[in-house]
């Protein structure tokens, strides 16, 4: 399936208008939705979801509160938008998907799995944030502005009108939420198979060999990867990179680099769970 081949939707979630993005992917093939991070909306995840769209049936929704989406009455914390992106999942006639997030997005992740994890196939974390590294809101400030210059210029004019439509009351009230949420007791309680895709650029994330430090103690299911020279914009910035490592994840290959992807970017892996699927070399 060709590049730009997601169609624009509408419907609505409990009274609010929800924008979303859906390719209707080859029959009988696995659900697969894409979920934004703080202040954003699908729009920057579309060229890697538009790369995956002829394998899987590929849904990039603007959760309640985002880009094109209505606002609710109240602003919704972490746990409520897993609630609405379960909603919305019933909308489209869909129980069970895999979950591929950034940022603020692996947060709903991880409280999605918490909630309803009879529903949640795969998961996929591209740069998490919100933790403790991230705190408080000045430093995190501070690590989007150095985040910022290490992106693609092509970034900023998708990024800027979605963060001035967000606004600043709605951008205070998610940082709060975003501190309050238990993110690593989340990710530490999963038990399904779960890719980790890190950029060695990101300022938002501590240092790839901290990661490994902490991950080497948890035998769970989570696959740590780090693509080398990439920010916190995967999904954006690294497109075929990330592309390449979600198709190996979901079908348990190696995890190795892509040598067709544009740039010098390398792709390899920091740390395999004790419980995530074996490789199969076939």
């Not at 209505?70 to 998907?97: H, M, S």
């Not at 690593?184 to 980790?196: S, Y």
């Not at 989570?222 to 490592?245: K, Q, Y």
Request: hydrophobic share 40%.
């Amino acid at each position: 399936m060709a590049a730009g081949s997601l169609v624009e939707r509408w419907t609505s979630n409990d009274g609010v208008k929800v924008f979303y993005r859906e390719s209707p992917g080859p029959p009988d093939s696995s659900p697969m939705m894409h979920l934004h991070g703080f202040g954003l909306s699908g729009r920057y995840l579309l060229p890697t979801a538009e790369l995956l769209a002829g394998e899987f049936r590929t849904l990039v929704p603007d959760l309640p509160g985002f880009g094109r989406s209505g606002r609710p009455r109240q602003p919704l914390d972490v746990p409520e938008l897993a609630q609405a992106a379960a909603a919305f999942l019933d909308d489209r006639g869909i129980e069970k998907v895999t979950l591929v997030g950034n940022s603020m997005g692996c947060a709903v992740i991880c409280e999605f799995a918490h909630l309803y994890p009879e529903r949640l196939e795969r998961a996929v974390l591209v740069a998490p944030a919100g933790g403790l590294h991230n705190q408080p809101l000045g430093r995190a400030l501070q690590q989007l502005a150095r985040d910022g210059i290490r992106e693609p210029l092509g970034l900023m004019q998708v990024a800027v009108p979605d963060y001035l439509r967000f606004g600043v009351p709605s951008t205070l009230r998610m940082f709060r939420a975003l501190t309050r949420y238990p993110a690593l007791d989340r990710l530490l309680q999963l038990h399904i198979p779960t890719l980790v895709v890190l950029g060695s650029a990101d300022p938002l994330m501590p240092a790839p060999p901290r990661v490994k430090e902490v991950a080497g103690q948890i035998d769970n299911s989570v696959l740590l990867v780090v693509i080398h020279g990439a920010a916190h914009a995967i999904n954006f910035s690294h497109p075929g990179e990330l592309a390449n490592v979600i198709r190996q994840f979901m079908s348990d290959q190696p995890i190795v680099d892509d040598p067709d992807s544009p740039g010098q970017a390398r792709v390899y892996e920091i740390h395999r769970g004790a419980l995530a699927p074996p490789v199969d070399d076939a």
